[in-house]
């Protein structure tokens, strides 16, 4: 059973990561502690592991905060993770299982209906879990446990980019590719489809950085 100060830590990143809380918004400890019923110690526990992930900063004397990340440091994230999901998808094209096969198409199918639905925040949620078969499929413990961490420290903006008009569209259309590459056991195709479709380069940038401004905005 995972501790309190875990549930809340995963509560309180799931409303940054959908938005709920925006960077550089005030973390108090008493009113988290009145929101989710517990005592502020496990609040503060929680808070100290998002700072370990990055998500928010504590400032002596003065309290946590969400993080505010650069643009440029958002785009340097994002070349990591391209390069790390590079690397699962090449792996899994030689190592997924037919069952792996059978269920990645699963979910690509899930992708799918939430784009035919135009529901970014469900498509975000079926994304994340194709993307997670990826990671698992690479068969590395320890390049798996890289690929979440960085995704975790990601998701506000990858959610903020399938708001971006037509990027579901593409977002899934790119998805279609990736998985027959990795299905063909083409680790190449795979490895270079999935880099692109994660890394943030002109037009994407200048949209991410649009959505970013217009959140900022609504923060202060």
Do not use: W
């Not at 809380?21 to 929680?46: K, M, V, Y």
């Not at 096969?101 to 799918?112: G, N, T, Y």
């Not at 949620?125 to 320890?142: K, L, T, W, Y």
């Amino acid at each position: 059973m995972k501790k309190l100060s875990d549930r809340l830590r995963e509560q309180i990143e799931e409303k940054i990561a959908t938005g709920k809380l925006l960077p550089g918004q005030h973390l108090d400890e008493t009113e988290l502690a009145n929101e989710f019923g517990a005592s502020r110690t496990p609040i503060r526990e929680a808070l100290i592991q998002l700072a370990s992930a990055g998500l928010v900063q504590i400032r002596p004397r003065r309290g946590a905060v969400v993080s505010t990340v650069s643009p440029h440091e958002i785009v340097e994230m994002f070349e990591v993770m391209a390069e790390l999901e590079a690397m699962c998808a090449r792996l899994a094209a030689r190592r997924m299982s037919a069952a792996e096969h059978a269920k990645l198409l699963e979910a690509h199918q899930a992708c799918s209906s939430a784009y035919e639905a135009r529901d970014p925040d469900e498509y975000y949620d079926r994304n994340e879990v194709f993307h997670q078969m990826i990671f698992a499929g690479s068969h590395n413990h320890f390049l798996a446990e890289q690929a979440r961490a960085l995704s975790r420290r990601l998701r506000p903006y990858r959610r903020l980019q399938l708001r971006v008009r037509d990027r579901m569209k593409h977002s899934f259309s790119e998805h279609d590719a990736v998985v027959k590459a990795i299905i063909d056991g083409d680790g190449q195709k795979a490895a270079d489809f999935l880099r692109s479709h994660v890394a943030v380069q002109g037009q994407r940038f200048t949209d991410l950085v649009a959505s970013l401004e217009a959140m900022s905005a609504v923060a202060a």
